[in-house]
């Protein structure tokens, strides 16, 4: 059975800074672009920033030239480095896998969720 387990979030002042991890387990044979979106109360779920297996990057415009993400393909662990928090970035992360790939072919797979709230 495939999990996500996030961790990392939690309570920061605006300016400060958090790194997220989110660690894929199970009998996974590759993961093509692992990911993480974000949830605040009373909006839609948006895209934060993917990365691809071969280290492509792709980010939100709000949070470009702040958030970094990275992957260890061979840990099946994605990371997100969000500096120069803003209250606005206070939501729900979320981490996704897309095109994981297991004996039964590929699928998406979605993680619990982490809070993060960033106080002005």
Same mark, same amino acid.
């Given at each position: /059975?495939? $999990?996500?387990?996030? *961790?990392?979030?939690?309570?920061? /002042?605006?300016?400060? &800074?958090? !790194?997220? *991890?989110?660690?894929?387990?199970?009998?996974?044979? &590759?993961?093509?672009?692992? =990911?993480?979106? !974000? $949830?605040?109360?009373?909006? /839609?779920?948006?895209?934060?920033?993917?990365?691809? &297996?071969? =280290?492509?990057?792709?980010?939100?415009?709000?949070?470009?030239?702040?958030?970094?993400?990275? !992957?260890?393909?061979?840990?099946k662990t994605v990371y997100l480095q969000m500096? *120069?928090?803003?209250?606005?970035?206070? +939501?729900?992360?979320?981490?996704? +896998?897309?095109?994981?790939?297991? +004996?039964?072919?590929?699928?998406?797979?979605? =993680? $619990?969720?982490? /809070?993060?709230?960033? &106080?002005?």
């Open positions: /059975q495939v $999990q996500l387990v996030e *961790s990392g979030g939690g309570l920061v /002042q605006a300016g400060g &800074s958090l !790194r997220l *991890s989110c660690v894929a387990s199970g009998r996974i044979f &590759s993961i093509n672009v692992m =990911g993480w979106y !974000r $949830q605040a109360p009373g909006k /839609q779920r948006e895209l934060v920033a993917t990365i691809t &297996s071969g =280290g492509s990057t792709n980010y939100a415009s709000t949070v470009k030239g702040r958030f970094t993400i990275s !992957r260890d393909n061979a840990k500096n *120069s928090l803003k209250p606005e970035d206070t +939501a729900i992360y979320y981490c996704n +896998a897309n095109g994981l790939y297991t +004996a039964w072919g590929p699928d998406d797979y979605w =993680g $619990q969720g982490t /809070q993060v709230t960033v &106080s002005s």
